[in-house]
């Protein structure tokens, strides 16, 4: 036989491994941006309810906070299987903060918090900080946006409510 003969065959050949790999390839990258995708909604979902709990422990109930923290939980707990390390480091910290917080609401009533203060930022600030900062490094892996504008953001809110969260 001749070479002739072995061209189309070796040009098929080639066509179906390299398409198979590129398809293993896309595979890959179209798995990986769904769990980016997914981190994002999380991280939202979690910022969002941390930002939302100084209203729920001033001005709710004891039922409506136990709600509100278990739903909290539940974020962390799937975070802690999505997210990377850097990030699960961070809310660990929040999750101290929060937990603190709902217990001396519970424990010891409105009176357990402060007006605000916006010299001296509360635990939850701080960890909320370090959270959202590591949260944005990983979605968008590098970003113009300094601890310290997270942190006056952070801090606007809760001055803006008007209770300062031990």
Not at 31 to 58: D, F, G, S
Not at 142 to 152: E, V
């Amino acid at each position: 036989m001749a070479i002739a003969n072995w061209i189309p065959v070796l040009v098929t050949l080639v066509g179906l491994v390299g398409g198979a790999i590129i398809y293993q390839i896309q595979k890959a990258t179209d798995r990986k941006n769904q769990i980016r995708q997914e981190r994002r909604e999380l991280y939202r979902k979690l910022v969002v309810a941390v930002r939302e709990l100084p209203r729920v422990l001033v001005y709710e109930d004891d039922e409506k906070i136990g709600r509100e923290h278990a739903a909290f939980s539940a974020l962390l707990g799937e975070l802690l299987v999505c997210a990377p390390d850097n990030v699960v480091e961070g809310c660990g910290s929040l999750e101290d903060a929060v937990d603190d917080a709902v217990i001396a609401r519970l424990e010891g009533g409105v009176s357990a918090f402060s007006k605000s203060d916006e010299n001296h930022p509360s635990k939850i600030e701080l960890a909320l900080e370090k959270a959202v900062y590591e949260m944005r490094l990983d979605t968008f892996g590098d970003s113009k946006i300094t601890k310290q504008m997270i942190a006056a953001m952070i801090s606007g809110f809760e001055i803006s409510i008007g209770v300062r969260i031990p």
